[in-house]
């Protein structure tokens, strides 16, 4: 078991980082979903997706007219924003009614009082009728095919369609195009999530060389780390289930952390901020200042602080007393803090890679981070025996 | 007196093809045009671009923002409707001519946007709901249709009384002159329907490159014998000489939009009933020089090229649209407004591009303190009503609505 425990360290502070990097794509994932939420990319999503499955070069932009349909138009919030979900039977709805007013011309004729008068030509026959022959009016395509193909199949033997019927079937085929777009949504956002990573990594000056560091040398705090991560996984395999690989299980996965917050926003500076924000924001804001709340309890060697580089390189950074009976490494911490902490091309080079490691690392996702944990956390306690720190004395 | 603007737009972003807004990004922002949206929506950031681009800024940019005015989401109805609020005051039963504009030919790429039709379709649905005072003209491309397939495309919705008039917009991609749109003039000459053209050194313009559209300096013409032909070859040929001018189309579009390019189409048919939007433009009227004009490419100026064609031309009009904006300009042109060609100049304001200049009530009223309130009153009733007058619709009878009407149906004996 020698050289298992020789390694011990190493999976050790590699778990505290992936501990960490799991925390903060959740952070990560909030910021996202406010962000998108903010620019109400969903709505627009929603849009491109429709006008997609419904645009017909050789006749209509049909996706274009039911957003026009005064169904869709109701669900829009103002003029800068489009619908962020459309039941399917809405759906339905106004695409049957923008086929059938396919059949319906409006005219303005002259009349004896000296007046113009419009007549909706062809608006006197039933829907069913009306829908006939707005799509049999439709220059051939695909789209047309595919209507005629929904409506045969709710044809009776006299050749009526039953719309209530084909509502239903165009409803089935409107949600299970948003179901593929919803993987679609996914993968667009990827160089968002990067952004965000090197924003949160700058943000909150999270080095990941220098936590590499202090992990090694610093024998508690690895500890106190590796029974978070060995409880966070536990909760995590627990709840995994249910979790799926929704975006708002990473709320859930806070739950399995511990992490508790009444939505209230505790940081006065941030109180100001939210009460701009609506309360979809608000409660964005809140869960996010519960996870930097949560880091910080760990006390690790991050954040924006004047003793730490890169501040640290532009002010005189205090010299640091070790007490009377220092360990040897805590001497070797100061040693790594003093090089750090002098600006030099060296240390600048370093925390330029640190940020950039964390800022990479957290564009990950969380779901990929937390997989990491679990696995890691398997791999010690099936291979290494857990040190404690008393047995580490007795060596 | 009844008021009627005759310029002005509705059509929205939708309408717009989906590299419209691309082309004013560099490519890396392409992935965040989501993003680069939301901040362009917000009125502070518009009133940043706007200082910073300028007035003669990049034209797309411009227009793209002027979309933006309008609402990114809004549909043309809610355009429609802002702008008739804003004439709440003025002349509550206001008539408006809503040009149409058909953008799918701008460009070579593909793109899902709203296509003409569809821009159509929901411009009918408008015009329901106010026939009286909503009137649109179609806009017409002769890469969308041509010739007599054209002309049934136009007649039918002009013969309904669906559609008023006929839209040109040739720095879209194609001159004036196209063969394609002769059997068109020859059907608009003899209803007497009128045309509208956008005729400014400014505005939207074919956003790929100029081999598409000027592949080479000897464009067809419906009137190869024209004595004006020569000249216009000539221009074509300079812009296409000029590295410079033939990189953007904001340059070479101009080629399109020249004046000159409408002598061909008058001398074959001399009582088209045509109207060179902006009176060439606040620009020219006020003398400034086009970097076109700088370069000697296209020395001309166009608002005298405007008064020159009126002269010769007994139908051709021009409208105060957009240019309007500087007072200057308007107090420049008074003398004109005020002499014999003064009968065939319109009143319209182009609304929404206007709205980056001045919401549309002000422009009115500041425009009417300028003209006076008589003149102001005969350009934009008597000289609107004139220019409206078709075979198929008369200015003075009024339209009702289309829900007090029964069909007539001959079923029901
Ligand atoms: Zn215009």
């Not at chain 2, 709205?355 to 003149?375: F, H, Q, T, Y």
Request: hydrophobic content about 40%.
């Amino acid at each position: 078991m020698i050289s298992a425990a020789l390694l011990t360290p190493y999976l050790d502070t590699i778990i505290a980082l992936v501990l960490l990097y799991a925390l903060l794509s959740i952070l990560v994932s909030i910021l996202l979903e406010a962000w998108n939420k903010r620019i109400k990319l969903r709505g627009v999503f929603l849009q491109k997706v429709v006008y997609r499955m419904l645009d017909d070069p050789l006749n209509h932009n049909y996706g274009h007219l039911i957003y026009q349909h005064p169904i869709i138009n109701a669900m829009r919030r103002d003029g800068n924003s489009y619908p962020h979900y459309i039941p399917a039977e809405g759906f339905a709805n106004a695409l049957i009614d923008v086929l059938a007013e396919q059949a319906v011309t409006l005219r303005y004729e002259a009349r004896e009082d000296g007046t113009y008068a419009g007549v909706r030509m062809g608006a006197e026959d039933p829907l069913q009728v009306r829908l006939n022959k707005g799509v049999d009016g439709m220059a051939e395509s695909e789209l047309k095919q595919l209507f005629r193909n929904f409506m045969d199949r709710h044809r009776s033997a006299a050749g009526v369609v039953d719309v209530d019927g084909l509502k239903l079937e165009l409803g089935r085929w409107f949600d299970g195009n948003m179901e593929r777009a919803g993987g679609e949504y996914k993968n667009d956002q990827k160089h968002k999530l990067v952004f965000l990573g090197f924003l949160v990594a700058v943000g909150m000056n999270v080095d990941s060389l220098h936590l590499t560091r202090m992990f090694l040398l610093d024998t508690d705090l690895r500890d106190r780390m590796v029974a978070e991560a060995d409880a966070v996984a536990e909760r995590y395999t627990a709840e995994r289930e249910a979790l799926g690989t929704d975006s708002m299980a990473t709320l859930a996965l806070m739950r399995s952390m511990g992490v508790r917050h009444d939505g209230v926003v505790t940081d006065s500076l941030l109180r100001i901020a939210a009460q701009r924000l609506d309360t979809a924001e608000r409660r964005a804001l809140a869960d996010a200042e519960a996870v930097v709340e949560h880091v910080r309890s760990w006390q690790l060697p991050l954040g924006w602080n004047t003793a730490d580089a890169p501040l640290s390189w532009f002010c005189d950074p205090r010299p640091v007393q070790l007490p009377e009976g220092a360990r040897p490494s805590q001497r070797a911490v100061l040693r790594h803090l003093q090089e750090r902490n002098t600006p030099k091309a060296w240390s600048i080079l370093q925390w330029l890679i640190g940020i950039f490691i964390t800022g990479w690392s957290l564009s990950q996702g969380a779901p990929f981070w937390f997989e990491a944990l679990v696995k890691l956390i398997n791999i010690r306690r099936s291979g290494v025996k857990p040190q404690t720190t008393d047995e580490r004395q007795h060596r | 007196m009844r008021i009627t603007n005759i310029h002005s737009h509705v059509f929205t972003g939708a309408c717009a093809p989906d590299h419209f807004f691309r082309m004013v990004l560099p490519t890396w922002a392409d992935r965040w045009a989501d993003e680069i949206k939301y901040f362009l929506e917000k009125p502070w950031m518009r009133g940043l671009i706007k200082r910073l681009a300028g007035r003669r800024g990049d034209g797309l940019l411009l227009r793209y923002l002027q979309f933006l005015e309008a609402g990114t989401q809004n549909t043309q109805e809610q355009v429609f409707g802002a702008m008739r609020q804003a004439y709440s005051l003025l002349g509550p039963d206001t008539r408006f001519v809503a040009l149409t504009l058909n953008m799918d030919h701008m460009d070579v790429l593909p793109s899902r946007h709203a296509r003409i039709e569809d821009q159509l379709r929901e411009v009918e649905r408008v015009r329901a709901h106010y026939p009286d005072s909503f009137l649109p003209f179609v806009g017409v491309d002769p890469r969308h249709l041509q010739g007599e397939a054209l002309v049934r495309w136009v007649r039918e919705k002009v013969e309904r009384r669906a559609f008023f008039g006929i839209k040109l917009y040739p720095s879209l991609g194609f001159f004036p002159f196209d063969p394609a749109l002769d059997a068109l003039y020859a059907w608009a000459q003899e209803e007497q329907v009128p045309i509208m053209t956008h005729c400014t050194r400014y505005g939207t313009h074919f956003t790929g490159g100029i081999q598409h559209v000027l592949p080479h300096a000897d464009p067809p013409t419906l009137n190869p014998s024209s004595p004006v032909m020569p000249a216009i070859r000539d221009r074509v040929a300079r812009y296409l000489a000029h590295p410079k001018a033939r990189a953007d189309a904001k340059y070479w579009g101009n080629a399109l939009l020249h004046p000159q390019n409408y002598e061909p189409v008058l001398e074959k048919y001399p009582h088209l009933k045509l109207c060179l939007a902006h009176f060439g433009g606040d620009d020219q009227i006020l003398g400034e020089a086009h970097k076109v004009q700088q370069w000697g490419i296209d020395p001309d100026n166009w608002h005298q090229e405007v008064v020159g064609l009126m002269q010769v031309w007994p139908n051709v009009w021009t409208d105060i649209s957009y240019t309007l904006y500087k007072a200057e300009a308007l107090r420049r042109i008074l003398p004109l407004l005020a002499g014999p060609l003064g009968d065939r100049v319109l009143f319209g304001t182009d609304y929404y591009m206007t709205l980056r200049e001045a919401p549309e009530a002000d422009l009115v009223s500041r425009c009417r303190g300028i003209l006076g309130p008589d003149l102001f009153a005969r350009m934009a009733s008597e000289h609107t009503d004139h220019y409206l007058r078709s075979r198929h619709f008369d200015p003075a009878v009024r339209f009702i609505t289309a829900r007090t009407v029964t069909p007539p149906t001959p079923a029901s004996t």
